[in-house]
């Protein structure tokens, strides 16, 4: 059976967007087929800035799928000329019995990371802009920093597209239906067929995925952005990317950037979201309130001054962790899902791995812990 392309990522954002270049840069004929334009606000891959770091709380096991991204993020740098991501320091404060600082430290002793620990008056010392509650510890990775989200994407499309992928932009896919001979989708602007299909639907996973019923749950989070009224909150003031694990729930943030103010928001909690393309955007007073409460508390040199909010979508997994894996019904199908809030740091693997099952039939990365088979 002869088919339209060789390749076709389902969502063209950070997964997809990966995916796409990869598949493109192995001489695949790709099509990548995304509901909104590229690099677009209206999922979870947006709001200018996100974390990398290698001391992983959440899972040792990810440590080396980190360590392979940060030689792909400078990899892509390279090929597309331009600054997708700046070293600034990572500060984690939490009580030293929480989840957040054993996390860090229990991947930096099992893969050798150069992790320093502060107290309490250490890190007011060394950090004036935060203020840590009395017996909590901070963790500092130096080589951790910020990713630029929307740069990333759109650089990953751009060079995928010199390498010959196409992009239908602002389609939907309304559904997909697989064969031993390859896979047929429908679409918005059209049906297509494929030898292979990869899914990378973020919030929509889902629904793309609604045969495997996975146990999903999507998420709204809200993104601030103040005014930075002191040197301190800035890079030119040695301010770090910061996590605070508290009793009110997890916070982070990043330094005033690029002529914005500094980004903060709330990663614990969350509304429960029914549809994805219908969420409420505005602000929850309870949800500025909230980070409101922590600038007070840990920032206490932040005015209050807001310059702008966006709304985020989290799709967790029931245990937070990523499912990546090949459709059990289905081999010619691979998918990314569940990213749980904290997976745009790894989107050079996951999309490249992606595409080695999709196209070698299978890889040597570290994926076991992320397969579909523990559900």
Same mark, same amino acid.
């Given at each position: 059976?002869?088919?339209?392309?060789?390749?076709? +990522?389902?969502? %063209?954002?950070?997964?997809?967007? #990966?995916?796409?270049?990869? &598949?493109?840069?192995? @001489?695949?004929? =790709? !099509?990548?087929?995304?509901?909104?334009?590229?690099?677009?606000?209206?999922?979870?891959?947006?709001?200018?800035?996100?974390?990398?770091?290698?001391?992983?709380?959440?899972?040792?096991?990810?440590?080396?799928?980190?360590?392979?991204?940060?030689?792909?993020?400078?990899?892509?740098?390279?090929?597309?000329?331009?600054?997708?991501?700046?070293?600034?320091?990572?500060?984690?404060?939490?009580?030293?019995?929480?989840?957040?600082?054993?996390?860090?430290?229990?991947?930096?002793?099992?893969?050798?990371?150069?992790?320093?620990?502060?107290?309490?008056?250490?890190?007011?010392?060394?950090?004036?802009?935060?203020?840590?509650?009395?017996?909590?510890?901070?963790?500092?990775?130096?080589?951790?920093? +910020?990713?630029? %989200?929307?740069?990333?994407?759109? #650089?990953?499309?751009?060079? &995928?597209?010199?390498? @010959?992928?196409? =992009? !239908?932009?602002?389609?939907?896919?309304?559904?997909?239906?697989?064969?031993?001979?390859?896979?047929?989708?429908?679409?918005?602007?059209?049906?297509?067929?494929?030898?292979?299909?990869?899914?990378?639907?973020?919030?929509?996973?889902?629904?793309?995925?609604?045969?495997?019923?996975?146990?999903?749950?999507?998420?709204?989070?809200?993104?601030?952005?103040?005014?930075?009224?002191?040197?301190?909150?800035?890079?030119?003031?040695?301010?770090?990317?910061?996590?605070?694990?508290?009793?009110?729930?997890?916070?982070?943030?990043?330094?005033?950037?690029?002529?914005?103010?500094?980004?903060?928001?709330?990663?614990?909690?969350?509304?429960?979201?029914?549809?994805?393309?219908?969420?409420?955007?505005?602000?929850?007073?309870?949800?500025?309130?909230?980070?409101?409460?922590?600038?007070?508390?840990?920032?206490? @040199?932040?005015?209050?001054?807001?310059?702008?909010?966006?709304?985020?979508?989290?799709?967790?997994?029931?245990?937070?962790?990523?499912?990546?894996?090949?459709?059990?019904?289905?081999?010619?199908?691979?998918?990314?899902?569940?990213?749980?809030?904290?997976?745009?740091?790894?989107?050079?693997?996951?999309?490249?791995?992606?595409?080695?099952?999709?196209?070698?039939?299978?890889?040597?990365?570290?994926?076991?812990?992320?397969?579909?088979?523990?559900?």
């Amino acid at each position: 059976m002869r088919h339209d392309y060789d390749v076709i +990522v389902a969502g %063209v954002g950070g997964v997809g967007s #990966a995916a796409l270049y990869y &598949a493109a840069r192995a @001489g695949k004929k =790709v !099509l990548g087929i995304e509901r909104h334009a590229i690099g677009h606000d209206l999922g979870s891959s947006h709001g200018h800035t996100r974390a990398i770091r290698l001391a992983y709380f959440e899972h040792v096991d990810y440590v080396p799928l980190l360590h392979e991204s940060y030689a792909l993020w400078e990899e892509l740098e390279r090929e597309c000329g331009e600054s997708l991501y700046r070293e600034l320091g990572l500060l984690e404060i939490g009580p030293p019995d929480g989840e957040v600082v054993p996390g860090v430290l229990a991947s930096a002793h099992e893969h050798g990371l150069d992790i320093e620990t502060l107290d309490d008056g250490e890190i007011s010392r060394r950090f004036p802009g935060f203020r840590a509650a009395p017996g909590q510890v901070g963790v500092l990775e130096h080589r951790a920093g +910020v990713l630029f %989200v929307e740069r990333c994407i759109h #650089a990953y499309v751009n060079t &995928a597209r010199k390498h @010959g992928a196409e =992009v !239908l932009e602002n389609t939907e896919l309304l559904h997909w239906q697989a064969s031993s001979d390859g896979v047929r989708v429908a679409t918005s602007g059209g049906e297509f067929t494929s030898e292979h299909l990869i899914i990378a639907g973020g919030a929509w996973a889902g629904t793309l995925l609604g045969e495997l019923g996975l146990p999903l749950k999507v998420l709204r989070q809200s993104m601030f952005w103040y005014t930075a009224e002191s040197k301190v909150y800035t890079p030119e003031g040695s301010c770090p990317v910061f996590l605070f694990e508290t009793p009110r729930g997890v916070f982070y943030g990043f330094p005033a950037l690029e002529g914005r103010g500094l980004k903060v928001a709330e990663h614990s909690g969350g509304i429960p979201v029914k549809d994805p393309a219908k969420i409420d955007r505005e602000i929850r007073t309870q949800d500025q309130r909230n980070i409101e409460q922590f600038l007070a508390s840990y920032l206490p @040199g932040m005015g209050h001054r807001l310059e702008g909010h966006a709304a985020c979508l989290y799709t967790m997994s029931p245990d937070g962790h990523f499912i990546l894996d090949r459709h059990p019904s289905h081999p010619r199908v691979v998918f990314a899902a569940g990213l749980s809030g904290h997976g745009f740091k790894m989107v050079p693997v996951l999309g490249r791995t992606l595409v080695k099952l999709t196209c070698a039939g299978g890889t040597n990365a570290p994926i076991d812990f992320l397969s579909l088979r523990r559900f």
